[in-house]
């Protein structure tokens, strides 16, 4: 079974980038088999989708986020990241990581790491 | 594209509960729901409409009707308690969007 750690929580001040990595552990983040991604959820509001990434490289992003979002992978260190650019408050929330083990695109998301709280404030 | 969910359902214990989902893209594209309990990440509970992953007990399960999904919990229990969230896809497949979520009270 594959595992998913995410760092503790963070504190980032506007307007700076808000950087994030996801590791993987019990598998390979190289796998065609599987792809990842990230979401956010302010807090008491509900599930954001941010983006996903698949071993190929290709990307999907929120529209919403788009212009300022970059989800990478990164084989040498089986993790994957994502940068955020330009935070402001509205950014708060606490983000998660996730594989999808789906056979097509888009399909549900079966393992979560256990969040990031970031915090954005100066 | 847009998934609407009710706020807020409250069920005795014992009894079934009915969580709905309602979207124009739901007929042409897979509904996903996941359950998430105080201060813990979501846990996928139901897959492509219907399927349900190894260890998800029977008593949770999905259906779709054209535009609207229903996660349906039978002989609801104390531990069943949590937010519940559907995801569903645009009509073209591209991008991945939440319901606003229904809080699942067990009274």
């Known amino acids: 079974q594959m595992q998913l750690q995410q760092p503790g929580p963070g504190l980032v001040r506007p307007p700076e980038t808000l950087s994030l990595t996801c590791t993987v552990s019990g598998g390979s983040i190289s796998s065609s088999r599987y792809y990842w991604g990230w979401f956010r959820q302010s807090p008491g509001t509900g599930l954001v989708w941010v983006g996903s990434?698949?071993?190929?490289?290709?990307?999907y992003y929120n529209p919403s986020l788009k212009n300022r979002v970059t989800i990478s992978i990164d084989t040498s260190k089986n993790h994957f990241s994502l940068k955020l650019t330009s935070v402001t408050a509205a950014d708060t929330a606490m983000y998660f990581c996730a594989i999808s083990y789906g056979d097509t695109w888009p399909d549900g998301f079966d393992i979560w790491g256990q969040g990031t709280m970031v915090t954005v404030s100066s | 594209s847009e998934l609407t969910q009710p706020s807020a359902v409250s069920v005795s214990p014992g009894q079934t509960a009915t969580i709905t989902c309602s979207g124009d893209a739901l007929p042409n594209q897979y509904a996903y729901w996941y359950r998430q309990r105080p201060g813990q990440a979501p846990v996928l509970v139901v897959y492509k409409d219907t399927q349900r992953p190894s260890g998800i007990p029977e008593r949770l399960s999905g259906s779709n009707s054209g535009t609207t999904v229903t996660l349906t919990i039978s002989g609801v229990q104390a531990e069943d308690e949590a937010d519940y969230y559907c995801q569903s896809s645009d009509t073209t497949g591209t991008y991945v969007f939440f319901g606003g979520g229904t809080r699942l009270t067990v009274l």
């Open positions: 990434i698949f071993s190929s490289g290709t990307t």
